[in-house]
Nanobody, 125 residues
Framework: QVQLVESGGGLVQPGGSLRLSCAVSGSIFGLNAMGWYRQVPGKQRELVATITGTGGKTNYADSVKGPFTISRDNAKTTLYLQMNSLKPQDTAVYYC??????????????????WGQGTQVSVSS
């Protein structure tokens, strides 16, 4: 069974930094594109950043370009999000997303999208 577990959230003052981690565990055949999304109450979940399977290409929401950096360590099957210069509007629950290939009970390999449980990031003075 595949699990995504986020960590690193918390309360930080404006201008501060946090580093989120997303550890992937389970019987994985392929760990493909991954990403971070965030959601505030009453609003739709929005994309923060994505990264390809090899880590060679990244994509960011315009609102976080520059201060945020997405990265991954495939040997550790872990995704990261370094968040600098945090603003109150960055307050949200942050979710890890991963496209993972696993072998199903019928013997076929399939690609599915998995989500973590979310970690709260609060930026306030």
């Amino acid at each position: 069974q595949v699990q995504l577990v986020e960590s690193g959230g918390g309360l930080v003052q404006p201008g501060g930094s946090l580093r989120l981690s997303c550890a992937v565990s389970g019987s994985i055949f392929g760990l493909n594109a991954m990403g971070w999304y965030r959601q505030v109450p009453g609003k739709q979940r929005e994309l923060v950043a994505t990264i390809t399977g090899t880590g060679g290409k990244t994509n960011y929401a315009d609102s976080v370009k520059g201060p945020f950096t997405i990265s991954r360590d495939n040997a550790k099957t872990t995704l990261y999000l370094q968040m600098n210069s945090l603003k109150p509007q960055d307050t949200a629950v942050y979710y890890c997303n991963a496209h993972i290939t696993t072998r199903w009970s019928d013997g076929y390999y399939r690609n599915r999208t998995y989500w973590g449980q979310g970690t709260q990031v609060s930026v306030s003075s």
